[in-house]
Nanobody, 122 residues
Framework: DVQLQASGGGLVQAGGSLRLSCVTS????????IAWFRQAPGKEREGVLC????????YFADSVKGRFTISSDNAKRTVYLQMNSLKPEDTAVYYC???????????????WGQGTLVTVSS
């Protein structure tokens, strides 16, 4: 069974940091692309960052460049989203999603986790 479990969300003040984790199972991790998406209250879901099976990263949102970083630990089958210099507008439910190896380019993802809430106070 394909599973993705996002965790690490919480309440943080503006300027602070959080690291989200996406633990995966049920597929060939080394051959998949994994991305982070987010959905703020009353807004549509947007892509944040993607990491390919070749371990290259792609920014889906210009607003997080220089602040967010995606990384992968193949042994743990886990992808991380390091979020620094957080802003109130980063408040959202963050989801991780998986696709085939071209997912970061195609921006189409087949498997989704349930999300974790990040709240940034001013």
């Amino acid at each position: 069974d394909v599973q993705l479990q996002a965790s690490g969300g919480g309440l943080v003040q503006a300027g602070g940091s959080l690291r989200l984790s996406c633990v995966t199972s049920g597929f060939l991790f080394d051959h998949y692309a994994i991305a982070w998406f987010r959905q703020a209250p009353g807004k549509e879901r947007e892509g944040v960052l993607c990491i390919s099976s070749a371990n290259s990263s792609t920014y889906f949102a210009d607003s997080v460049k220089g602040r967010f970083t995606i990384s992968s630990d193949n042994a743990k089958r886990t992808v991380y989203l390091q979020m620094n210099s957080l802003k109130p507008e980063d408040t959202a439910v963050y989801y991780c999603a998986a696709s085939g190896p071209s997912g970061c380019f195609i921006k189409k993802f087949n498997y989704w986790g349930q999300g974790t809430l990040v709240t940034v106070s001013s």
